[in-house]
């Protein structure tokens, strides 16, 4: 019996590990990055992004299509980007 708990110790790893793997693919499919004046976010599907000052003031918000995405913003300086669960800062 401590052989099979042992075994089942090692499926649930490994079921953990396969998730996690999962989770860091579905987070690649959104690339965000700076260029100019402009917050660049690629997409593979239909997102929803809030850009926010480093002081917390919301500057832009938008629903984005699948794609390469161009969001203007009206100064330099480092945003943060939220797109979902995932959070990023940009520096313009």
């Known amino acids: 019996m401590g052989s099979a708990s042992a ?13 996690a793997k999962h989770a860091a ?7 965000i990055s700076g260029k100019d004046s ?3 976010i690629k997409t593979n599907r239909r997102i929803q992004v809030r850009v926010f000052t480093i002081l917390g003031q ?3 918000q938008a629903t984005l299509n ?5 969001l203007r913003v009206n ?3 480092i945003y943060i980007v939220k797109v979902e669960n995932r959070t990023q800062k940009v520096a313009l």
Not at 7 to 19: D, I, L, N
Request: proline share 3%; hydrophobic share 35%.
């Open 7 to 19: 075994a089942g110790y090692a499926t649930a790893q490994q079921m953990q590990w396969q998730e």
């Open 25 to 31: 693919v579905v987070e690649s499919e959104v690339e």
């Open 38 to 40: 402009e917050i660049v």
């Open 58 to 60: 919301l500057v832009n």
């Open 66 to 70: 699948p794609g390469e995405n161009h």
């Open 75 to 77: 100064s330099r300086g």
